[in-house]
C-alpha cells in the first residue's frame, strides 16, 4: 500500500547525443543522474530514515552505441555492425532500503550485425543480446520476515536472434 513518506529534495539532469561523423559513421548517448533526499520523515513508524530513497530509483543510466555501414564491392549491398552498452546503478525495491531489497547496478552489452539488399528491399541481421551474460535481477520481493525467503526475477540471459525482413 503506498504511502507518502515525507517531503524530499530531488534534482537531476539528462542528455542525448547522436552524432553522424559521417554518412556511415554514427554514434549515440545518453545520461541522466538523479538525486533524491529525504529532507523530513513524516511518519517514524514507517521504518523510512533520512538516508533512503524511494524505490527502483536508480541514481544514474547511461548508454552508448556505435554502427558503421559498409558498402559491399560488386553492388551486394551494405553490411552494418553495431554495439551497445547499458548501465543502471544500484535500486532498492521497498521503501525501507536493506541489503535484502537491493538490486546491484549492471551493465548490459549488445551487438547486431545486419545486411541491405542494394535495392533496400531486403534486411537480414543477427543479433546477441546481453553479450557478457551478466546476471542480474529486475525486481526482488523481501518475503523474509512472512515467508523465509527472497524472490526475484532475473533479467534475461544472453540471448541470439535471426531476422529477415523484407519490404513490399
Given at each position: 500500500m503506498p504511502f507518502n513518506g515525507g517531503d524530499a529534495h530531488v534534482?537531476?539532469?539528462?542528455?542525448?547525443i547522436e552524432a553522424h561523423l559521417t554518412e556511415a559513421f554514427e554514434i549515440d548517448a545518453s545520461y541522466s543522474y538523479l538525486h533524491y533526499r529525504y529532507t523530513r520523515i513524516k511518519d517514524p513508524s514507517s521504518f523510512v530514515t533520512i538516508?533512503?530513497?524511494?524505490?527502483?530509483t536508480p541514481s544514474t543510466k547511461w548508454s552508448i552505441g556505435a554502427q558503421y555501414e559498409f558498402t559491399l564491392p560488386a553492388e551486394l549491398g551494405t553490411f552494418t555492425p553495431r554495439i551497445d552498452?547499458?548501465?543502471q546503478s544500484s535500486v532498492f525495491t521497498l521503501p525501507t532500503n536493506s541489503a535484502s531489497n537491493r538490486i546491484d547496478g549492471y551493465t548490459t552489452e549488445n551487438a547486431r550485425f545486419t545486411w541491405r539488399s542494394p535495392d533496400s528491399l531486403w534486411d537480414v541481421s543477427a543479433a546477441v543480446t546481453n553479450l557478457s551474460d551478466e546476471y542480474y535481477y529486475l525486481t526482488l520481493n523481501d518475503l523474509s520476515a512472512t515467508g523465509g525467503f527472497i524472490q526475484g526475477q532475473p533479467g534475461r540471459p544472453r540471448e541470439f536472434a535471426f531476422s529477415v525482413k523484407r519490404k513490399f
Open positions: 534534482w537531476g539532469l539528462e542528455g542525448e538516508g533512503m530513497v524511494t524505490p527502483f552498452a547499458s548501465y
